[in-house]
């Protein structure tokens, strides 16, 4: 059974660039069909995701968050990483890594979806964008 679990500091500053890894284990990043996301719930909101790494290593993003997020792996720590820059209190939330069995298709603005689209989710992690 794969587990993901989410690590990385709980307090940034406005401005800064937040960064969490997602540590896997129980199964590859690198196995064919699955895709590994990113995903954040902000207090009282629903869960939105923000972009995927496909086990081939391609990424996609929210067009919300396109220009201010990054993902990337490190396939032999069986590892994947967010970067999302230029942090402002909106960003507070708890952020989740997930895997799926399938492209997510992000077709708005934003993209919302629910817990049960993933067959897997770390714990989540809170993170707190405050001076």
């Known amino acids: 059974q794969v587990q993901l679990v989410e690590s990385g500091p709980g307090l940034v500053k406005p401005s800064q660039t937040l960064s969490l890894t997602c540590t896997v284990s129980g199964g590859s990043i690198t196995t064919s069909g699955y895709y590994w996301s990113w995903i954040r719930q902000p207090p009282g909101k629903g869960l939105e995701w923000m972009g995927a790494?496909?086990?081939?290593?391609?990424?996609s993003y929210s067009p919300s968050l396109k220009s201010r997020t990054s993902i990337s792996r490190d396939a032999s720590k069986n590892q994947f990483t967010l970067q999302l820059s230029s942090v402002t209190p909106e960003d507070t939330a708890v952020y989740y890594c997930?895997?799926?069995?399938?492209?997510?298709?992000?077709?708005?603005?934003?993209?919302?979806?629910?817990?049960?689209?993933?067959?897997?989710w770390g714990r989540g992690t809170q993170v707190t964008v405050s001076s």
């Open positions: 997930a895997r799926k069995a399938g492209y997510v298709n992000c077709s708005g603005y934003k993209c919302f979806v629910q817990r049960t689209e993933f067959g897997s």
């Open positions: 790494i496909a086990y081939s290593g391609s990424t």
